[in-house]
């Protein structure tokens, strides 16, 4: 949805991107270990417990890839975001 927004200014996706981070920070940060995210999640957001926290793509790549280009990009328009 950033991707989306810096690319249209469509303001629905600025929006989306707001909503979706609302339920990722409620639903899957992992409240007792804040560093990690659950696996997935219901769209209810309850946690599917029989998943590990930490997997080989999970956690040393997507998270750390997700995390790094959000901040990237929130330093080039941090006004935006």
């Known amino acids: ?5 810096m690319k ?4 629905k996706y600025k929006h989306a991107a ?4 609302k339920f990722i ?3 899957i940060i992992v409240k007792t270990r804040p560093a990690e995210w659950y696996n997935e ?6 946690p599917d417990m029989s998943l590990p926290l930490v997997a080989e793509w ?3 790549y997507h998270n750390i890839r997700m995390c790094m ?5 929130n330093e080039r ?3 935006e975001i």
Request: hydrophobic share 30%; proline share 6%.
């Open 77 to 79: 328009f941090p006004e």
């Open 25 to 27: 920070r409620d639903h």
């Open 18 to 21: 707001r909503e979706t981070w």
């Open 41 to 46: 999640v219901s769209r209810d957001g309850v």
């Open 58 to 60: 999970k956690c040393p």
């Open 69 to 73: 280009e959000i901040l990237r990009r």
């Open 1 to 5: 949805f950033i991707n989306a927004y």
């Open 8 to 11: 249209t200014g469509d303001v």
